[in-house]
């Protein structure tokens, strides 16, 4: 599937709205920003809550750790 967007003169676009829902992009989801041989990959970040309970199969227990440190840095 291809889509089209427009960047805004801030460098701002929109996310069409079926991939916003295939991958559960809501309001406040953190992206990831990677610079590939294709192209830009938007990708979603691991929040902590997602690591916690039904994911727990996916996560290790070391980037759990570093979820929480992280977390308490941007409290600070």
Do not use: C, F
């Amino acid at each position: 599937m291809e889509s089209e967007v427009t960047v805004t003169e801030k460098g701002q676009t929109t996310i069409p709205i079926s991939l916003r829902k295939k991958y559960k992009i809501e309001k406040g989801t953190r992206l990831a920003v990677l610079d590939t041989e294709d192209g830009i990959l938007l990708k979603p970040k691991k929040s902590i809550w997602d690591m916690i309970g039904a994911y727990a199969d996916y996560v290790t227990a070391e980037e759990l750790n570093k979820q929480l440190d992280k977390l308490r840095h941007e409290d600070e």
